[in-house]
């Protein structure tokens, strides 16, 4: 759901004004570019709407520091990125990738339960491209 940019400002003011329909109507805009955004950064369905669902509570408090120099949808792409760069390294720390992780994956059948976001990339370079990253992160690690 898109939105002229004046719509945008008098469901701004609405909302902060305490109209709770306005509000939600303004996230409902977003939660899908915030959703396939944090997909594509973060990789799992379940991290992606763990991430959307803080994202939605920053723009949601946030919103009265929204000065519209910009459209509203750059505003929270700005914050939906500022959040996810911080919540891939704390991912990261805490499930560094290796082999044996996506091994683990692999071994399971878990790998199934994750969408195919190649876009018909060959997967077979793709495959080169993930062990050339991993290697240069176990040796920079050494």
Excluded: C
Excluded at 24 to 31: A, N
Excluded at 97 to 111: C, K, T
Aim: net charge negative; aromatic share 8%; charged share 25%.
């Amino acid at each position: 759901m898109t939105f002229k940019p004046d719509q945008t400002a008098r469901l701004i003011e609405q909302a902060l004004n305490g109209d709770r329909q306005a509000l939600e109507t303004l996230l409902e805009s977003v939660t899908d570019q915030v959703f396939h955004l944090s997909l594509r950064m973060l990789g799992a369905i379940p991290d992606a709407e763990d991430a959307t669902q803080e994202i939605l509570i920053k723009v949601m408090t946030g919103i009265s520091s929204f000065e519209q120099r910009s459209a509203f949808s750059t505003w929270v792409f700005r914050i939906a990125v500022n959040h996810l760069r911080s919540y891939r390294k704390g991912m990261f720390s805490q499930h560094p990738l290796s082999f044996e992780f996506y091994g683990a994956d692999i071994a399971s059948g878990r790998e199934k339960d994750v969408p195919d976001l190649s876009r018909g990339v060959d997967g077979a370079l793709l495959e080169r491209e993930l062990e050339a990253i991993l290697l240069q992160r176990d040796a920079a690690m050494l």
